[in-house]
């Protein structure tokens, strides 16, 4: 540290106060150390001061609050995602391990403590957030860029609208204003309409083209000074459509967002909520929220705004007007979120601010997009491949671990820079086996020993530790080699490759760093997904004919239609209604699935009557979510011994299946062979 740098502070956690005391004296000549004497005392003091600590160094077991809950509690406030956490233990169960990482601990070090092997982590660690930080303000500033691009290519169009109208120009700026101002409100009032920061920024956007559809309309009547006739007004009303109709022909685009909200902002933002707007009618939240919000602040800066046709009101009348119904009929719970944030909307209008703080849009913007769940569980899994890598690769470079990949599937060795100018050989290595250099150093057919173990990995049990013998120099010398498994996505797992390190014996205090076990959960719903499945069921026929076993198949009837009307972010809220409905409705050894789309598996253990069981699951499925009638279409098979073929027993449940849609749906069918014939 320089000369009058300050030290950064480290907060050291731990109910033993000479473990506390050892790790100060550790750490004091290059960090400023405070102590808490447990979790409890932790979460008190960074609840307050977390900015202010660079590093926390956290034991597992305490009293009042142990090292998970605290855990649990950085993730709740999200501090965990600026504040880099090592656990430091003697618990060194894999499980325990396991579940410190799975809560977002950034590295473990193991009691006794080793002062040069305390220093290393503790630096390393922070070097690498700070490097993360840095790479996060990079994302930042090329995603502010290219949002600032896409809202200019926005505001040209759309100010071109407003040109031809003879609005002023800060029409649209005032509504994406509003609009960003209302969504936020709406958002803190209720959980009714579940908005993340991406989709208010979206929206806030596709605002500015609620009105594009007039650049079809002939000026003479949009610039009318006076009260248009009914056939004029009848032609002005068109613009709604012709603007839909416009960016539904962008069919390169349909599926992006922007696109997507635009459409129902150009379309529905003259609906009203009592059912006589136009162009169809809509009523209530028939209407998307995105139309309902542009629409209110589309009528207060009209009001607000000079116009060919009548001079601007104030605020308050505009207001008062609105609120009383004299403008059209509105969300009543907008109305609440339009009176509570009035007075800042005024102010903030009448200083001319844009509406929408850029920085903050996008950082948040950038902080959804990591966190966000829609990704299936093999992207994530990859992702989070990617990011251990990285890891493994950057500590690689700054410890004297040896790091490596192993692909067993192409028989490629991938090798960290230190590991193959160690050995002498190049940073990938195809049929490792055969490599003279890399071979001198473990000796004649130890690889091709290791790779038959690799193969014996399971998914319960994809970890594996060795200690064997490296003739580094010439001279032998022994290392852990610690190992974990990876598999492709495949319903019957195979290996695909293994990632692991080799780590001098010496150096005993190095923590175990493992790649987090792939999900076998779907992260929309919570349920099992495909593999998840498949990896249960394996065990549970075994236990056939001595159990009694039913597979059910069902998918939710006009889902498509619901995502169409409400929006994807509906649909997913219909998807968790069901999986919620599901798990209430069923036993915990029944066994529940997503395994795609709107599509799900139960596979029931029974020993009643197995019809009763489904009548009632089924019914329980079957109800209203907001507006929408959810029903859904079920086909079910028993196992029997003729049939114990899960793909079978798969194939005419989902036989069944087809029977209920086609008999016209909202029911259930057990399969019969004469149904084969209907599908």
Request: hydrophobic share 40%.
């Amino acid at each position: 540290m320089q000369k009058g740098q300050q030290k950064r502070s480290i907060l050291v956690v731990d109910d033993s106060e000479m473990n506390r005391s050892i790790l100060a004296d550790m750490l004091a000549d290059e960090f400023s150390v405070e102590e808490a004497e447990d979790g409890e005392a932790a979460i008190s003091v960074l609840s307050e001061r977390g900015g202010d600590f660079a590093l926390v160094l956290l034991d597992i077991v305490m009293p009042k609050k142990d090292g998970f809950e605290v855990l649990a509690e950085l993730n709740r406030t999200r501090l965990i995602e600026e504040l880099p956490v090592i656990m430091v233990s003697a618990e060194t169960a894999p499980s325990q391990i396991e579940r410190a990482y799975e809560l977002g601990a950034t590295d473990f070090i193991m009691r006794p403590f080793d002062a040069s092997i305390v220093h290393r982590r503790v630096r390393n660690t922070i070097f690498l957030y700070a490097k993360q930080r840095k790479l996060i303000d990079i994302i930042e500033a090329q995603i502010d860029e290219k949002e600032q691009n896409s809202s200019l290519l926005v505001d040209i169009l759309s100010h071109l609208v407003e040109f031809r109208n003879g609005e002023s120009g800060l029409h649209i700026l005032h509504v994406r204003t509003i609009t960003d101002f209302l969504l936020r409100r709406l958002v803190r009032k209720t959980d009714r309409y579940p908005l993340s920061e991406e989709e208010i920024s979206v929206i806030a956007m596709a605002s500015a083209l609620h009105d594009i559809g007039k650049i079809a309309i002939d000026d003479k009547i949009l610039n009318k000074p006076g009260k248009l006739t009914d056939e004029e007004y009848a032609i002005m009303k068109t613009h709604s459509m012709i603007g839909a109709t416009m960016l539904e022909g962008l069919v390169s685009h349909k599926d992006n967002p922007l696109v997507e909200y635009a459409y129902r902002i150009c379309r529905w933002h003259h609906e009203r909520w009592d059912g006589r707007g136009y162009p169809d009618g809509l009523k209530g939240d028939e209407i998307p929220i995105s139309a309902q919000i542009v629409s209110l602040a589309d009528v207060y800066d009209a009001l607000t705004s000079e116009r060919v046709y009548k001079p601007p009101l104030t605020p308050e009348k505009a207001k008062e007007m609105i609120i009383s119904g004299q403008c059209g009929a509105f969300n009543p719970l907008l109305l609440e979120c339009f009176s509570e944030e009035f007075e800042s909307l005024k102010e903030h209008l009448a200083r001319g601010e844009e509406g929408i703080s850029t920085r903050r849009e996008i950082k948040n913007y950038a902080d959804a997009a990591l966190h966000s769940k829609g990704p299936s569980a093999s992207e994530r899994t990859l992702r989070l491949l990617d990011y251990e890598r990285m890891k493994y690769n950057f500590f690689a470079e700054l410890t004297e671990e040896i790091q490596f990949e192993y692909n067993v599937a192409e028989n490629i060795l991938k090798l960290s820079s230190r590991g193959a100018e160690l050995f002498g050989v190049t940073e990938e290595i195809v049929d490792p086996a055969k490599e003279p250099n890399f071979r001198a150093y473990l000796g004649e057919g130890w690889f091709s020993k290791l790779s038959d173990r690799f193969r014996k990995l399971s998914p319960s049990h994809p970890d594996f530790r060795h200690e064997c013998e490296l003739r580094i120099g010439g001279n032998p010398r022994w290392y852990n080699l610690i190992l974990r498994a990876v598999w492709t996505d495949d319903v019957e797992p195979t290996i695909e490759s293994v990632i692991g390190k080799l780590v001098d014996v010496h150096d005993t205090h190095i923590a175990l760093s493992e790649l987090r076990e792939k999900s076998i959960r779907d992260p929309l719903t919570g349920l099992l997904n495909r593999e998840g499945a498949a990896e249960e069921l394996k065990e549970k026929f075994n236990d056939f004919p001595h159990k009694k076993y039913a597979v059910a198949v069902f998918d939710v009837d006009s889902f498509k239609s619901a995502n169409d009307e409400y929006g994807h972010l509906f649909g997913d809220k219909v998807l968790q209604e069901v999986s919620e409905r599901l798990v209430h409705g069923t036993r915990v050894h029944d066994l529940c699935a997503r395994i795609g789309g709107d599509e799900f598996l139960i596979v029931f253990e029974y020993d009643a009557d197995i019809r009763l069981i489904i009548s009632r699951v089924f019914k329980s499925l079957c109800g209203k979510v907001g507006e929408f009638d959810l029903t859904v279409s079920m086909g079910v098979v028993e196992m029997t011994e003729k049939d114990q073929n899960f793909p079978e027993l798969f194939r005419m449940a989902d036989v069944a299946l087809y029977a209920s849609k086609n008999a016209g749906k909202a029911r259930y069918n057990f399969y019969d062979p004469s149904m084969e014939a209907i599908k």
